[in-house]
Nanobody
Framework: QVQLAESGGGLVQIGGSLRLSCARS????????MAWFRQAPGKEREFVAR????????DYADSVKGRFTVSRDINKSTLYLQMNNLKPEDAAVYYC?????????????????WGQGTQVTVSS
């Protein structure tokens, strides 16, 4: 059973930075891609960024391009999200997710396993 555990969330001022981590443990399942999603109160869960686990190919939501960077450390089985120039609209619970099979998707339904989420709050 693959388990994901996010960390690194917290309170940050507008324009500040945070680095989220997602540690992967357990199971021997292959991973084709991992992604970050976020969900604000009253809104649907939305795609933020994705990286293919072996190739390192990335994709971003338009709303975070140029500000967020997704990366991974294969040896540590850890996914990262560096978030810079944070805006109030970035405030949400951030989730990491993994997909086993080949395919590049942005919809949450296409991901097989999920972490519990970490809260990011952006204040003025």
């Amino acid at each position: 059973q693959v388990q994901l555990a996010e960390s690194g969330g917290g309170l940050v001022q507008i324009g500040g930075s945070l680095r989220l981590s997602c540690a992967r443990s357990g199971g021997a399942l292959s991973t084709f891609a991992m992604a970050w999603f976020r969900q604000a109160p009253g809104k649907e869960r939305e795609f933020v960024a994705r990286i293919t686990w072996n190739g390192g190919d990335t994709d971003y939501a338009d709303s975070v391009k140029g500000r967020f960077t997704v990366s991974r450390d294969i040896n540590k089985s850890t996914l990262y999200l560096q978030m810079n120039n944070l805006k109030p609209e970035d405030a949400a619970v951030y989730y990491c997710a993994g997909r086993r099979a080949k395919g590049l998707f942005t919809a949450p339904v296409n991901y097989d396993y999920w972490g519990q989420g970490t809260q990011v709050t952006v204040s003025s």
